[in-house]
């Protein structure tokens, strides 16, 4: 059974940073892509980022272009998000999820398996 568990989200003042984490178990890691996802109260789950099974692909939202870098542990299983330069825009919760295969994902249907999520909080 796929289980993901994200930690690292709190609360941050604008400019600042955080760094997420995803620790994935269940089956062989290194097969499959991973994403970042993002809700905001009243707004619909987004992407915000994204990787192949390798790390040699990444997709990234234009809202987090520059700021945001997505990047994988194979051997030890994680999936991590560096932010920077925080905006209260960013402010959500954000789930990791992964999907049945290697390839680059970026649609929400193609992602299968999802984490609890963990709050992120910029205030200004």
Not at 59 to 85: E, H
Not at 106 to 115: A, V
Request: glycine content about 12%.
């Amino acid at each position: 059974q796929v289980q993901l568990v994200e930690s690292g989200g709190g609360l941050v003042q604008a400019g600042g940073s955080l760094r997420l984490s995803c620790a994935a178990s269940g089956r062989t890691f290194s097969r499959y892509a991973m994403g970042w996802f993002r809700q905001a109260p009243g707004k619909e789950r987004e992407l915000v980022a994204a990787i192949s099974y390798s790390g040699g692909s990444t997709y990234y939202a234009d809202s987090v272009k520059g700021r945001f870098t997505i990047s994988r542990d194979n051997v030890g299983n994680m999936v991590f998000l560096q932010m920077n330069s925080l905006k209260p825009e960013d402010t959500a919760v954000y789930y990791c999820a992964t999907t049945p295969y290697g390839r680059l994902a970026t649609t929400h249907s193609e992602y299968k398996y999802w984490g609890q999520g963990t709050q992120v909080t910029v205030s200004s």
